[in-house]
């Protein structure tokens, strides 16, 4: 083999190794509606560089996909987002973002395999937009909370007029994030890592 022309193999960054110390690993899910920010989540939270599968939108996509509200929106995923945070040494979080064009939903139901819990990342401007992954989450039996993506020109409400307009339970919590940085995502994810530890909790002492 010609060895000027052949790729140099490398392995794993070495920043992208885990401690040894790692006992735990979880695999969350994040969905969403199209465009709501899941990508954005996924990228600002990683500390590994994410895995992230976005295409060009095209016009000839503009008769297939509804982009109401995110008209300016240019990429969108259309396998996943794939990215990683360690939360301590032990525990370790997998973080799989969905596509959100309904045309790519096919690859949903293997995403969820061994999902211990979901993020639903909510648009105010289109709330309907996330009827349906939260159905689905209901179907495969995964707990979500639900996270406001904060848009400037997106409607605010109160928390209680969202959880009836979403139709969500009072145990299911919401919580308002900038999906841009990191922090905000940081604690979306804390947020769903309590709720988690507080469903085993409560099904533990049944
Ligand atoms: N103002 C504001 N813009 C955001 C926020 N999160 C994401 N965006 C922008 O919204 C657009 C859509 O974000 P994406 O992360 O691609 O959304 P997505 O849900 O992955 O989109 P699909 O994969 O196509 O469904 C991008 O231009 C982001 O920069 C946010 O919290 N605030
Ligand atoms: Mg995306």
């Excluded at 899941?38 to 992230?52: A, C, G, M, N």
């Amino acid at each position: 083999m010609d060895s000027a022309s052949s790729e140099t193999v490398t392995g794993p960054r070495s920043e992208d190794a885990l401690p040894s110390s790692t006992n735990v690993a979880v695999k969350l899910v994040v969905v969403g509606g199209f465009g709501v920010g899941k990508t954005t989540l996924v990228r600002s939270v990683s500390e590994i560089r994410p895995l992230t599968t976005e295409e060009t939108m095209t016009q000839a996509g503009a008769t297939v996909d509804d982009n109401t509200g995110v008209e300016r929106k240019t990429a969108t995923t259309v396998a996943m987002d794939f990215g990683r945070i360690s939360l301590n040494e032990e525990m370790v979080l997998y973080l799989f973002g969905t596509p959100g064009q309904e045309r790519f939903w096919f690859l949903w139901n293997g995403l969820f395999d061994g999902a211990l819990g979901a993020v639903v990342l909510v648009d105010t401007r289109r709330l309907e937009a996330s009827f349906d992954v939260m159905g689905r989450l209901e179907e495969a039996s995964v707990p979500f909370i639900v996270a406001v993506n904060a848009f400037p020109d997106a409607p605010s409400y109160a928390q209680d007029d969202l959880r009836d307009a979403l139709d969500l339970p009072p145990s299911v919590p919401i919580v308002a994030c900038d999906a841009r940085h990191r922090d905000s995502s940081r604690d979306v994810l804390m947020t769903l890592m309590h709720h988690l530890r507080s469903l085993a909790t409560t099904s533990e002492a049944m």
